[in-house]
């Protein structure tokens, strides 16, 4: 064999090595991401870990819950706008009381 084609033999392993290489690292990674989505987090919990946690803030369970929270808020606007409502009506009584006496007076 010449010197030639013993280069150009070595260049075709190392580049075969190369690309095999290449895909096994690219291969590693998509795993690596998958895990990350499906497997364990830093803190230890699994993606059902982690699924329970959101499912126990969407349903009522005694206050702790998103949905309570959100109920607790609209009870309170509720009664907000109903006593806004009476101060409304208390305010224009006590407004247009006195427009009325001062018509009576100038007639």
């Known amino acids: 064999m010449s010197d030639m084609s013993i280069l ?3 260049l075709l392993v190392i580049g075969t090595l190369t690309g095999v290489g290449a895909f096994m690292f ?5 795993a690596k991401r998958v895990d990350q989505a499906v497997g364990v987090d830093s803190d230890g919990k699994t ?7 959101v499912e126990h803030q969407l ?15 609209a009870s309170c606007q509720t009664e907000i706008r109903a006593e806004m409502g009476i101060i409304k009506d208390i305010l224009i009584a006590t407004v247009e ?9 100038a007639s």
């Open 59 to 73: 349903w009522e369970n005694g206050g702790d819950s998103l949905k309570d929270q959100v109920n607790s808020i």
């Open 8 to 10: 150009s033999t070595i």
């Open 47 to 53: 993606l059902s870990d982690r699924m329970s946690r």
């Open 26 to 30: 690219s291969i590693y990674k998509i």
């Open 97 to 105: 009381k006195p427009k009325k006496e001062k018509v009576r007076k």
